[in-house]
């Protein structure tokens, strides 16, 4: 992981169960079948630099299977205004195999304190955007007229 829990995870709450889960059909294939909930929380983390920072974290969680794949929404304590920006292609996804498909184009969101943490918020499988790190992808520099077309289509 690119980044660690320091402590309790408070204001724990579920926000979708089973089907209302939109890859939950992933999560079965990737870790096996069971009572699927995705959770959000708040927590303190720390990033591989050493630094710690407050941060709503989501994660699928199963009874039997334990909790899976953690995703900083947000950083709390630093919020920019974000913005679409531009699409990378993601060449890793060892650590979220059920948000990431390798080889796949996903649109960014600018977030200028994330990359201070070598961080980049990206759509996923989910629809949502999350923080993930950015050795899992490389930019897809990709020339407007097909740029368009992807946007269009998504």
């Not at 947000?74 to 979220?96: H, Q, W």
Request: with cysteine; net charge neutral.
């Amino acid at each position: 992981m690119k980044f660690n829990i320091v402590g309790k995870i408070e204001h724990s709450k579920t926000i979708a169960t089973g089907n209302a889960i939109r890859e939950i059909a992933r999560l079965r294939r990737v870790y096996g079948k069971g009572r699927w909930r995705k959770r959000t929380g708040i927590a303190e983390v720390r990033f591989e630099d050493g630094s710690i920072r407050c941060a709503e974290i989501h994660w699928y969680e199963a009874t039997g299977i334990g909790k899976k794949e953690f995703k900083i929404k947000f950083l709390l304590d630093y919020m920019t205004p974000m913005k679409k920006a531009l699409f990378v292609i993601c060449i890793e996804n060892s650590e979220y195999p059920a948000s990431l498909e390798k080889r796949k184009i996903y649109e960014t969101v600018l977030d200028s304190d994330a990359e201070k943490h070598g961080q980049i918020r990206v759509i996923d499988e989910s629809g949502d955007d999350y923080l993930y790190p950015s050795e899992c992808f490389i930019d897809a520099n990709l020339p407007e007229d097909i740029r368009a077309a992807v946007i269009e289509a998504a």
